[in-house]
């Protein structure tokens, strides 16, 4: 089975601050990673996508991929309050499928 | 406007009755994906396409049908021998990349589904 884990959180950071979001997976064959951002009740919109080691900015927002060790993080500076939601890692694990983790809900507080 | 859409909104349905999702896209994408997700969870890939008139099984198929019968629709049937249906239920589309292995999916807005 292939997996893909998250800390469900929350994770809790003043405004301001820089948020730090993690994944795993399990899957060492994994060429492509995703970051959605999900608020309640809504639908996951794209934050990044990263395919190589090493980090990706955009913006607020850096992706930064290890795949020896099977590793890829969300890093958000300058926090806002607008920044709370479930953030989602997505794989791709071959053959345009997804794996997704649960989702790590980020708390900003002004 | 480019986009995906899906109807209805808000879907509620009584035991045993089947009920058929609509996802429609306007992006000339030609893979297509029906997810579903609970509470607390992750999404979970029910059916996909990659090309009209094709469909494979996700990971959790059971109890759910879909066609392709055009490019931009990508209806998803919840049949009465789904015995949990009660979820939101979303549909992605992804443009075409260098490999398979680097398609980005983009999804619509979700229809919730619930069991009377």
């Known amino acids: 089975q292939k997996e893909v884990e998250q800390n469900s959180g929350p994770l809790s950071v003043p405004e301001g601050a820089i948020a730090s979001l993690n994944c795993t997976y399990s899957d060492r064959g994994s060429q492509s990673f995703f970051w959605y951002r999900q608020y309640s009740g809504k639908s996951p919109e794209l934050i990044m996508s990263i395919y190589s080691n090493g980090d990706k900015e955009d913006g607020r927002f850096t992706a930064q991929l290890n795949k020896a060790s099977q590793y890829v993080s969300l890093l958000i500076r300058d926090s806002q309050p607008s920044d709370s939601a479930t953030y989602l890692c997505?794989?791709?694990?071959?053959?345009?499928?997804?794996?997704f983790g649960t989702g790590t809900r980020l708390l900003v507080s002004p | 406007d480019g986009g995906i859409t899906q109807s209805p909104k808000y879907l509620f349905r009584k035991e045993g009755q089947n009920v058929t999702l609509s996802c429609e896209q306007n992006l000339n994408h030609d893979a297509m994906y029906w997810y579903r997700q609970d509470p607390g969870q992750g999404l979970r890939l029910i059916y996909y396409?990659?090309?009209?008139?094709?469909?494979q099984k996700g990971d959790i198929a059971e109890g759910y049908s879909v066609s392709r019968e055009k490019k931009e629709s990508f209806p998803l049937t919840v049949t009465s021998a789904q015995k949990n249906p009660t979820a939101f239920y979303l549909c992605?589309?992804?443009?075409?990349?260098?490999?398979?292995?680097?398609?980005?999916?983009?999804f619509g807005p979700g229809t919730r589904l619930t069991v009377l």
């Open positions: 997505a794989v791709n694990t071959g053959f345009q499928k997804l794996v």
């Open positions: 396409s990659q090309i009209v008139n094709d469909f």
């Open positions: 992605a589309s992804s443009i075409p990349g260098q490999s398979s292995s680097t398609d980005t999916q983009y």
